[in-house]
């Protein structure tokens, strides 16, 4: 984009052989046209600010009435969309990348400004200060979107939920009225209807659950893993006795995250090596909670099925089943919700193969001291 060649700037600067000096320098640079206002008070530069249309600010910290530390947090609240240079008498890389963090486009030590200096940091000061713009403006686009998307998928999963319902109704009364006049390929088309309907209800609980889960994100608590995994065996209870499946673990600690989500997390990866076992094998599968410097590293292990090398990034997206022919019943969604869950978390989730059979899942959990 072309350079502007006028520039129409604020000096906010009490200090008259200051003033004076940085305005000499302005005039130097090689500009058709440049304007100056001057402003002595942060009240007063703000007042300008919000009426005229400058192209930037220069300002000075200190200021009669305004101490060093808030003049530029004041001015920025006041006036978020003017690119400002802060001048400073401190050449301190901490304190410039201080004023950066507070908003501050660009910053110049006084004793070493010269014309150039000053025109190049006003010019990248704007350029900065139109980037932030469109920057924070896409993420709010972004976030709007993103934002309208999961409350559809919510509606729909909602809208969807109450003529599976009603449908089911029906069958079931059809099947009372009914039973002893029809035939045996009747009853069995009620029955695969029935099969379908539960399918399709599993499916929306997912998908409710996978889109709620930042609405719930909020919520972190201590955690204790041990009373977390006790409850999670007890609601697997039957598909453990179904299998006969052997499940043990080692002492967990306690972590904070949102305990209804940190649940499912465990119940999908627990219920799928219950689920995913090999029937010629008595299912075992092994909880382990590792210690690391930053993070807890839970692992799930089991002798089951498997996953071939080639799908254990895949069976992380929605709807990726491995093992359809084996004829279990699923909808696809669990360890993507699991993903969702763990990244909510800060943390990170993956599949490695077990040795000699099956599966270890592993995800980590920021510790307390490192959120
Ligand atoms: P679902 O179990 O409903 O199909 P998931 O998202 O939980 O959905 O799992 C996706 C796929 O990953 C499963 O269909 C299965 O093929 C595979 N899988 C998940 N866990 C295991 C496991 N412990 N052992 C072998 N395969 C697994």
């Excluded at 007063?44 to 300002?59: G, N, R, T, Y």
């Excluded at 401190?90 to 201080?98: I, K, N, R």
Aim: glycine share 4%.
């Amino acid at each position: 984009m072309p350079q502007k060649q006028s520039l129409s700037v604020l000096l906010v600067e009490d200090n008259e052989t200051h003033s004076h000096l940085v305005q000499r320098h302005l005039k130097r640079a090689k500009l058709s046209k440049i304007e100056i206002t001057q402003a002595q008070t942060l009240a007063a530069a703000i007042e300008l600010a919000s009426s005229e249309p400058f192209d930037a600010v220069l300002l000075d910290l200190s200021l009669p009435d305004s101490a060093i530390s808030e003049t530029l947090s004041r001015f920025i609240a006041a006036v978020p969309h003017l690119p400002t240079v802060v001048l400073t008498s401190l050449d301190d890389l901490d304190f410039a990348s201080e004023l950066v963090q507070q908003g501050a486009d660009d910053f110049l030590v006084k004793t070493d400004i010269g014309s150039q200096i000053l025109l190049r940091s006003i010019r990248y000061a704007i350029e900065r200060k139109k980037n932030k713009q469109k920057l924070s403006a896409y993420a709010d686009q972004l976030k709007r979107s993103n934002d309208e998307l999961k409350s559809f998928a919510h509606t729909i999963a909602h809208e969807v939920r109450s003529p599976l319902n009603i449908v089911s109704c029906c069958l079931s009364l059809i099947h009372e009225d009914y039973a002893e006049t029809l035939d045996s390929d009747s009853l069995e088309a009620i029955a695969d209807a029935n099969t379908a309907i539960a399918n399709m209800t599993e499916l929306v609980t997912d998908l409710l659950d996978y889109s709620r889960v930042e609405h719930s994100g909020g919520q972190f608590e201590p955690i204790d893993l041990q009373t977390l995994m006790a409850g999670v065996l007890h609601l697997l209870k039957s598909e453990i006795e179904q299998t006969s499946a052997v499940v043990t673990h080692d002492a967990l600690p306690t972590i904070i995250g949102n305990e209804v989500q940190i649940r499912q997390v465990l119940r999908n990866l627990i219920g799928n090596a219950i689920k995913y076992h090999d029937p010629s094998r008595t299912p075992q599968i092994q909880i382990a909670c590792e210690h690391e410097e930053q993070c807890w590293r839970v692992v799930v292990e089991d002798n089951g099925l498997g996953i071939p090398s080639e799908s254990r990034q895949q069976v992380f997206n929605p709807f990726v089943r491995v093992h359809e022919s084996t004829g279990v019943a699923g909808t696809g969604i669990g360890l993507s919700f699991c993903q969702r869950i763990v990244i909510n978390h800060g943390g990170k989730i993956w599949v490695e193969p077990n040795q000699p059979h099956g599966s270890r899942f592993l995800f980590t959990i920021a510790k307390p001291q490192s959120r």
